[in-house]
């Protein structure tokens, strides 16, 4: 299994982006895909998640209101899009899914993108 991510770049503040992660290699669908970032000199984190079975969504409380995550399914794509960003938000951002059970928490995921950088400035 493959995660490739896309979409990263520079923005201002204020400004949008959409993030793709390209899922290959796969015989059956995740059972729930996120997104985690990563800034300079802090932990991962944990941004978005999504079940690919209902939809249903979650997103940390510093990107609540701003960011959404969606499944492009025909494609086998997660999608992040981001709006109004700030400087917080620059980091390497990663794709990550797992196809273990039914959970769908921040310590589930098993497989990773390499990550695309988004810088706001």
């Known amino acids: 299994v493959q995660l490739v991510e896309s979409g990263g770049g520079s923005v201002q503040p204020g400004g949008s982006l959409t993030l793709s992660c390209a899922v290959s290699g796969a015989t059956t669908r995740s059972n729930c895909m996120a997104w985690f970032r990563q800034a300079p000199g802090k932990e991962r984190e944990g941004v978005a998640r999504?079940?690919?079975?209902?939809?249903?969504?979650f997103y940390d409380n510093s990107v609540e209101g701003r960011f959404t995550v969606s499944l492009d399914n025909a494609n086998n794509t997660e999608l992040l899009q981001m709006n109004n960003l700030e400087p917080e938000d620059t980091a390497v951002y990663y794709c990550?899914?797992?196809?273990?059970?039914?959970?769908?928490?921040?310590?589930?995921?098993?497989?990773w993108g390499q990550g695309t950088q988004v810088t706001v400035s």
């Open positions: 990550a899914a797992t196809w273990s059970g039914g959970s769908c928490h921040w310590g589930t995921f098993d497989y």
């Open positions: 999504i079940y690919t079975e209902t939809g249903a969504s």
